[in-house]
């Protein structure tokens, strides 16, 4: 029996870096796309990359991350809750800025 689920695990595992390489191909060239038609927004990207992705992990894991949030919330343990929304927006926040350092620096590809 715990061959079989071990096995079960993988699998999953397997389809959701499968699944997860292909959104991440399909998503880079839609933000080509995008870019070329309407211009980049560098603050729009990151919100639909964040926005696209939550539905591919927390199905998969919402049974250790659901669990923990609502124990946080009944226990009133609001350090947690600031540091997960601290992290989240700190993620942000560095996404950004190196998205527009990356835009300001010259592609090193180009020099070489």
């Known amino acids: 029996v715990g061959g079989v ?4 695990d993988f699998l999953v595992g ?12 399909l998503l880079s060239t839609v933000v080509k796309l ?8 560098v603050e729009e ?6 926005l696209c ?3 591919l992990v927390f199905p998969s894991q919402w049974d250790k991350v659901g669990p923990r ?3 946080w919330l009944t226990n009133r343990d609001y350090w947690l809750l ?7 927006t ?3 926040a560095a996404r950004k800025a190196a998205a527009a350092m990356a835009g300001r620096s010259p592609n090193l590809l180009m020099t070489q």
């Open 5 to 8: 689920e071990a096995s079960s």
């Open 14 to 25: 397997v389809f959701e870096i499968f699944g997860s390489s292909l959104s991440l191909a």
């Open 34 to 41: 995008a870019n070329s038609n309407f211009g980049e927004s």
């Open 45 to 50: 990207q990151i919100f639909f990359q964040h």
């Open 53 to 55: 992705a939550i539905p």
């Open 69 to 71: 949030m609502v124990d």
């Open 82 to 88: 600031f540091n997960l929304v601290a992290s989240v």
């Open 90 to 92: 700190s993620t942000f």
